[in-house]
Nanobody, 118 residues
Framework: QVQLQESGPGLVKSSQTLSLTCTVSGDSITTTNSYWSWIRQPPGKAPEWIGASHYAGNYYYNPSLQSRTSISRDNAKNTMYLQMNSLKSEDTAMYYC??????????RGQGTQVTVSL
């Protein structure tokens, strides 16, 4: 069974950088044709796709967040990372990693709450 586990600081100050980790088990982030994404859902709002890692090593980003976002991965650790800088209060959300692209996902982690404080 595929499992994804997000981790990171729950509270980040405004203007600082967020760093999240997604550890995957039961599948490989280099499985052929696989995408692994970060999404977030602010309270009371729809989920928003942040970006994705393609199995071949390419990265794709939501244009609205691309200037502040970086996704990377460690194949040996089967782990994906998210960095988002210049945090704002609007970045407060539940952050998830998924096995999927910007349109759909098949597996999702339990999520990690990120709150941006002033």
């Amino acid at each position: 069974q595929v499992q994804l586990q997000e981790s990171g600081p729950g509270l980040v100050k405004s203007s600082q950088t967020l760093s999240l980790t997604c550890t995957v088990s039961g599948d490989s982030i280099t499985t052929t044709n696989s995408y692994w994404s970060w999404i977030r859902q602010p309270p009371g709002k729809a989920p928003e796709w942040i970006g994705a890692s393609h199995y071949a090593g390419n990265y794709y980003y939501n244009p609205s967040l691309q200037s502040r976002t970086s996704i990377s991965r460690d194949n040996a650790k089967n782990t994906m990372y998210l960095q988002m800088n210049s945090l704002k209060s609007e970045d407060t959300a539940m952050y998830y990693c998924t096995r999927g692209d910007r349109s759909s996902w098949t597996y999702r982690g339990q999520g990690t709450q990120v709150t941006v404080s002033l």
